[in-house]
């Protein structure tokens, strides 16, 4: 019912609620309603931080470099090899609102269409941390390239990245070693 009226209208909504803490134990520590969490916790999604899915890193990258382009009118419509590895490297504490804002830096820096690594903020180039470290891949670069792959999950772009080449680089032993 509107206030101020005496009939009731029907409506149809849906509620999205995210947190970044576990709701149950707030209630137990009396920080959270636990008639609100009953209400709320019907449809569960669980959705990992940023750097358990690296993988969706380069997809994301595309997408806000996309709205950095509406919102800026700069033309920068790619990330280079180096400053992606960067990219996949850190650990992202602030997930993708991190990630937004640390492309948001970089488009304002970048001087031309690709973001470069020194376009990257300080921050990023400080504390990033190999993803792959050297000792973890196999010494046989076939054997590097498909253990690149599947922890990229198939994305070349980013296997590409954790390797440290380009993606045409990729590409081409990709063809040298039969590796579909």
């Known amino acids: 019912m509107r206030i101020g009226e005496t009939q009731p209208r029907p409506v149809d909504v849906r509620?999205?609620?995210?947190?970044?803490?576990?709701?149950?134990?707030e209630v137990e520590a009396g920080r959270f309603r636990a008639d609100?969490?009953?209400?709320?916790?019907?449809?569960?999604i669980h959705l990992?931080?940023?750097?358990?899915?690296?993988?969706?890193?380069?997809?994301?990258?595309?997408?806000?470099?996309?709205e950095q382009r509406a919102i800026t009118g700069r033309h920068v419509?790619?990330?280079?090899?180096?400053?992606m590895q960067a990219l996949l490297a850190y650990e992202w504490p602030g997930n993708v609102r991190?990630?937004?804002?640390?492309?948001?830096?970089?488009?304002?820096?970048?001087?031309g269409t690709a973001v470069e690594l020194e376009d990257l903020p300080p921050e990023v180039l400080e504390h990033a941390t190999p993803v792959i470290p050297p000792g973890d891949l196999p010494?046989?670069?076939r054997e590097?390239?498909?253990?690149?792959?599947?922890?990229?999950?198939?994305?070349?772009?980013?296997?590409?990245?954790l390797l440290g080449i380009s993606r045409a680089t990729l590409y081409r032993r990709m063809a040298q070693y039969g590796i579909e």
């Open 15 to 25: 509620i999205v609620v995210a947190a970044n803490r576990d709701l149950a134990t």
């Open 77 to 83: 419509e790619a990330v280079n090899d180096e400053a």
């Open 48 to 66: 990992p931080p940023l750097r358990e899915r690296r993988v969706d890193l380069p997809l994301l990258v595309r997408h806000i470099l996309s």
């Open 36 to 44: 609100l969490l009953y209400r709320i916790r019907v449809g569960r």
């Open 139 to 141: 010494d046989d670069e």
């Open 144 to 161: 590097r390239i498909v253990a690149a792959l599947e922890r990229a999950g198939g994305e070349r772009k980013a296997a590409a990245a």
């Open 98 to 111: 991190e990630l937004k804002n640390t492309l948001g830096y970089a488009v304002i820096h970048c001087a």
